[in-house]
């Protein structure tokens, strides 16, 4: 199992402030996913980064892959309280039918 | 668009009981998965199926099992439950390309006392 470390673990801040959050691993994965989640629902595809070094924007949220393709971050902008929720790092191969291992989550709670 | 649907949304058990968690997606994607999700533990794959006919075991296997003899629904089986098992149940499925995304129900939480 490709093993993802994501820090911090929980992180509560004020609206407006800027955050990051970190996915790392010792394996190189081919693609890295994030996903945010909700409570009482599935997790839900936030970017897909496949290239070692990019960055993609969504809107606040910008998301880099390492140049090593072993890591990634989560950078958000001026948080909002609709930021709130659990954030998941995921990676995989062709093993497992292509299944995604997971990190364990960072939980941020972003209050007005 | 429906998607990934799951059944029941809450169950509790008493231990040693069995039950089935019912998994149905409408997007014909060839591979489907089981996931559990425990507090500060991320989602740990049970089970999977690339196609109709073909299942595997994930992490996490033990006490649960599977089958898929169509492409839409890939139901897991718990014979004998443990309170170990009390968790929140997610089924997923994809394309099967590897970047593609995952597509996730939402969910089932499972009590076991």
Known sequence: ????????????IQEGENLTVY???SSVFSSLQ?????????????????????????????????????????????????????????????DSGYALNFGKGTSLLVTP | NAGVTQTPKFRILKIGQSMTLQCAQDMNHNYMYWYRQDPGMGLKLIYY???AGITDKGEVPNGYNV???TTEDFPLRLELAAPSQTS?????SRPGTEASPLHFGNGTRLTVT
């Open chain 1, 1 to 12: 199992t490709q093993l993802l470390e994501q820090s911090p673990q929980f992180l509560s």
């Open chain 2, 49 to 51: 199926s690339v196609g």
């Open chain 1, 34 to 94: 994030w996903y945010r989640q909700e409570p009482g629902e599935g997790p839900v595809l936030l970017v897909t980064v496949v290239t070692g070094g990019e960055v993609k924007k969504l809107k606040r949220l910008t998301f880099q892959f390492g140049d090593a393709r072993k890591d990634s971050s989560l950078h958000i902008t001026a948080a909002q309280p609709g930021d709130t929720g659990l954030y998941l790092c995921a990676g995989g191969g062709a």
């Open chain 2, 67 to 69: 089958s898929r003899s």
């Open chain 1, 23 to 25: 996915c790392n691993s």
């Open chain 2, 88 to 92: 929140v149940y997610f089924c997923a």
